[in-house]
């Protein structure tokens, strides 16, 4: 699976732990996405059984062989104080939960990694608070993600991923009429935000923004994940980058490409039908800003980041971008949506064809 490296974020203040890749992978304000009732606090819903193997039934057997019957689930532990309810009553019903105290905060999560298969991983009845193994659950997302009508949701954890697959991923569950089923884990898919974007055959797919930083550059992206066509072992099937920005106004004293320096970024995206065919599309609003390769920014620079290594000589030399460069611009991208793929609309794609590409 093809994925970006993604080391630390500093550079735009997001997460402490980055989240998508290049694919190899965070509700578009219209339409809403579907809100189903908070989880009850009855029976705790543990993760789907995985089909065991039957033996075939000899000719001299008077039945077949039956399959174990499952296991009841436990009832759900009641959320510690200064939980978040709805995020305590999801990771109760899938994973072994825990409560980790931070700063003030009750984070919520599990003491494993999804897809929470094997018995430890399951739910215990406990609430386990400051454990040695900690993974938060960060966002939740609901929506038919699958079918129309179902009523899933889709967990974002963090940790439970190396470096080179986003430090997360996420976890797609059903309701039942016991709990929460687990049905698909998209490691790697680990969105800073999500939003989830209405087909018009009624199922959900997810628009993301990711933010990350590599190399004194930082990338702001928004993307699509479809539940229905990746698979747990090729979750890449159903990712797709929608636009990728990026920002190299902060490393400029490392040195100007030849292509220039730039510093975009989303401002908001939203759902919304752009080329009449009744399906939603995604409009991005950016904030840019450019200034192409010359001799005098290099000598320009130059200078200006003598100064900030005199001012600060132990610390990372910058220079505020507004020095160098105009002010921002405010952009509308649109990308149509044909049932499968985003693509951009003839003017969105002459826009961004006049930037200049990194080399």
């Known amino acids: 699976m093809k994925r970006l490296l993604l080391p630390a974020c500093f550079l735009l203040h997001c997460s402490a732990t980055p989240s998508v890749p290049q694919p190899a992978a965070p509700t578009v304000p219209s339409p809403a996405p579907t809100v189903s009732p908070t989880p009850s606090a009855a029976p705790a819903a543990s993760s789907a059984p995985k089909p065991q193997t039957v033996p075939t039934a000899s000719a001299s057997s008077a039945a077949p062989a039956a399959k174990p019957p499952r296991t009841p689930r436990l009832p759900l532990p009641p959320a510690p104080a200064g939980a978040d309810k709805e995020k305590f009553s999801f ?3 899938v994973c072994s939960v825990a409560i980790k105290r931070e700063k003030g905060k009750a984070l919520v999560g599990c003491r ?31 929506g038919s993600f699958t079918s129309a009508g179902a009523k899933q949701a889709a967990l974002v954890f963090e940790g439970c ?40 055959d009624g199922r959900d797919i997810l628009v993301c923004r990711y933010l990350d930083a590599h190399q004194t550059t930082g990338t702001d992206t928004i993307w699509a994940f479809d539940f229905a066509a990746a698979s747990p072992d090729d979750p890449e099937k159903g990712w797709q980058v929608i636009v990728g920005l990026s920002d190299n106004s902060f490393g400029v004293c490392m040195g100007v490409p030849p292509w ?52 600060n000589p132990d610390g990372f030399p ?10 921002a611009a405010t952009i509308t991208l649109d990308f149509v949506y044909d049932g499968t793929k985003f693509s ?10 006049a930037w200049p590409k990194p080399e």
């Open 112 to 142: 494993s990694c999804p897809p929470f298969e094997g018995v430890e991983a399951l739910p215990d009845g406990k609430v386990v608070e400051n454990p040695d193994s900690f993974f938060p659950l960060e966002t939740v997302v609901r």
């Open 344 to 353: 951009a609309t003839a003017g969105t794609k002459a826009r961004m064809g």
């Open 318 to 327: 910058s220079v505020k971008p507004s020095t160098f460069m105009p002010a």
């Open 161 to 200: 991923e190396p470096h080179a697959a986003n430090y997360g991923g996420t976890l797609l569950v059903e309701q039942a009429a016991d709990g929460w089923n687990s049905l698909h884990y998209a490691a790697a898919f680990h969105p800073r935000e999500c939003k989830t974007l209405r087909r018009s």
């Open 91 to 93: 990771a109760a019903s």
């Open 260 to 311: 220039g320096i730039e510093a975009s970024s989303v401002v908001s995206y939203t759902a919304r039908d752009v080329n009449g065919d009744g399906e939603q599309d995604v409009s991005v609003q950016i904030r840019r800003a450019s200034v192409p390769y010359s001799k005098a920014l290099e000598d320009k620079l130059k200078k200006a980041c003598e100064k900030a290594i005199q001012a």
